[in-house]
């Protein structure tokens, strides 16, 4: 399966970005994708993911501003992220099965 996401951008503190990864396959069964992100020297950090009968998990650091949502039909997981700070910079990689995208730049700066 390859993943490609898009979304990513420069955006001030307090602003919202959307970020899709869409699938080259059906994600329909899907039950477990996720959202990662990684700022250099660190490793990669789980930020939002599915977990099975509908369920989501997020992140305590991103709780109440960032959510994971799906669109099956058109094979592309989302995450919404909003009120967005300094400490949220990094880039954004999606994983679904045994594949990550190339991932996406986020940028949060005054």
């Known amino acids: 399966m390859q993943l490609e996401e898009s979304g990513g951008d420069l955006v001030h503190p307090g602003g919202s970005l959307r970020l899709s990864c869409v699938a080259s396959?059906?994600?329909?069964?899907?039950?477990?994708m996720a959202w990662y992100r990684q700022v250099p020297g660190r490793q990669r950090e789980l930020v939002a993911e599915?977990?099975?009968?509908?369920?989501?998990r997020i992140a305590d650091s991103v709780k109440g501003r960032f959510t994971i949502s799906r669109d099956n039909a058109k094979n592309t997981m989302y995450l919404q992220m909003n009120n967005l700070k300094f400490e949220d910079t990094a880039k954004y990689f999606c994983h679904i099965r045994d594949s990550w995208g190339p991932g996406t730049q986020v940028t949060v700066s005054s």
């Open positions: 396959e059906s994600i329909f069964a899907v039950n477990t």
């Open positions: 599915f977990i099975g009968a509908g369920m989501t």
